[in-house]
C-alpha cells in the first residue's frame, strides 16, 4: 500500500489524476477517513506499474455518497450503510493506474484481484463494497471475480460531446434545422434576461456557490449542508484549481459579479474536458435556458478554442443532451452485499 501523494513515476499518473487523488485523500482524511492503494510492483522497488485507489464509504456521505445514490437508487441497497469503493469515489469513472510502458491486461487484472482479497479480509465489518462507474476493459475483469457472490450490476449512461469542429457555428452547422434554431433560441432568451457568463475563481468564491451545488443536489435526493459542499469546493480549488474552470451566471442588476445565481465547473483533463458539479438558484433562474448555456454553449466554445477532442456533460437530463449533439458512453457499477 503507497498513498497518492508518495506514489513515484509520473509514467504512471498523469498530473491530473495524481492531484485529484491527493483530494479524495485529503477531503477523506478531514472527515476522519483514509484512503487506501492496491499497487503492483515492477522491476524497480518501490516504484509501482498499477494502482488502484480503495475508499472508506460511511455516515455522513459527505466525501464518499451513499451507495444508493451512486447505484440509481437500487433496493440492494437498502440497509447499507459501512462499506468501500474501489477505484473512484462513485461521482467519477473508476481508476485504475497503469504505466503505459507495461502490458496493461495482467496488471489490471492483479489489482482488481488484490482489492478484492482486501474487501474479503475485512468484510466482517463492511455492508458492501462496490467497483463504481466501469468502463467495458474494468467490467471485463470485476464480473468473473464476484460472480459467485450474487453481484448487482447497475448501468449509467454518461453524455460527452465528441469536438469534431473548429468553431462554434461548426458546431451549430452540425445540427440539424430544428435543433440549431432551437440552440439560437435558448441563447437570444438567455442574453434577453441580462443575465452573463464570468470565469471566476472558485478558491475565493466556493463559499458563495456552495448553496447553489446544495440546491442540485438536495433536488436529486443527496445529503449535506451548505459547509459540507463548501469544503468540497474547496477540495478542489486547493488540489486541482489550476486545471479547473470555473463558470458562474451573474444577474444584469449585478455588474460587479457579487452575487451569483448559477455556477459550473469544468476539469481540464488534457484533450478531456469534464464538468464536474453545477448549481442554481432554481426561482432566479427559471425560465432563462441557464442550465444548457451554461452546461453546454458556453463549456464547448472553450473547448474548441482550446482545442479538446472530448467534453463530458455530466449525468442527467440525458435526452436534451443527446439532442444537443452528445453521444453515450455507457459505465457499469458493480456492488456485492457483505452482510449476509
Given at each position: ?15 491530473a489524476d495524481r ?39 460511511a455516515r455522513p ?34 481508476l485504475v493506474a ?243
Amino acid at each position: 500500500m503507497v498513498r497518492a501523494s508518495d506514489a513515484e513515476g509520473p509514467a504512471l499518473l498523469g498530473e491530473a489524476d495524481r492531484r485529484e487523488l491527493v483530494r479524495a485523500e485529503r477531503a477523506l482524511a478531514e472527515a476522519g477517513q483514509s484512503a487506501r492503494y492496491v499497487v503492483v510492483d515492477g522491476d524497480r522497488p518501490g516504484i509501482p506499474i498499477g494502482l488502484l485507489p480503495v475508499y472508506p464509504v460511511a455516515r455522513p456521505y459527505t466525501v464518499a455518497p451513499h451507495p444508493g445514490l451512486v447505484l440509481d437508487g437500487s433496493k440492494a441497497a437498502r440497509g447499507w450503510r459501512t462499506g468501500c469503493y474501489l477505484g473512484s469515489l462513485g461521482r467519477a469513472p473508476g481508476l485504475v493506474a497503469v504505466d503505459p510502458t507495461v502490458e496493461p491486461g495482467p496488471v489490471r487484472a492483479a489489482l482488481v484481484r488484490e482489492a478484492w482479497r482486501l474487501v474479503t479480509e475485512e468484510s466482517d465489518r463492511l455492508d458492501f463494497a462496490c467497483f463504481p462507474l466501469l468502463d467495458a476493459e474494468l467490467l471485463a475483469d470485476v464480473v468473473p471475480l464476484l460472480a459467485e457472490h450474487d453481484p448487482v450490476l447497475v448501468e449509467t449512461v454518461e453524455p460527452f460531446v465528441p469536438i469534431t469542429f473548429d468553431s462554434f457555428d461548426e458546431y451549430l452547422g452540425a445540427q440539424s434545422r430544428g435543433r440549431r434554431a432551437a440552440i439560437r433560441q435558448e441563447q437570444r432568451r438567455f442574453q434577453e434576461t441580462g443575465l452573463r457568463i464570468v470565469e471566476v475563481d472558485l478558491l475565493t468564491r466556493y463559499e458563495q456557490l456552495a448553496p447553489l451545488l446544495r440546491n442540485v443536489e438536495l433536488k436529486y435526493g443527496k445529503t449535506g449542508d451548505v459547509e459540507d459542499y463548501a469544503n468540497y469546493l474547496l477540495s478542489i480549488a486547493k488540489s486541482v484549481g489550476d486545471q479547473t474552470t470555473c463558470l458562474a451566471v451573474f444577474g444584469e442588476d449585478d455588474p460587479q459579479g457579487h452575487d451569483p445565481v448559477a455556477f459550473t465547473v469544468a476539469w481540464r483533463q488534457g484533450e478531456v474536458w469534464r464538468l464536474r458539479c453545477w448549481g442554481c438558484d432554481y426561482a432566479r433562474t427559471e425560465g432563462t435556458f441557464t442550465y444548457f448555456n451554461l452546461v453546454v454553449y458556453e463549456p464547448l466554445r472553450r473547448a474548441i478554442a482550446a482545442g479538446v477532442r472530448r467534453l463530458v456533460l455530466g449525468r442527467g437530463s440525458l435526452e436534451a443532451k443527446v439532442g444537443r449533439g452528445a453521444q453515450l458512453s455507457r459505465l457499469t457499477s458493480v456492488a456485492v452485499s457483505l452482510n449476509r
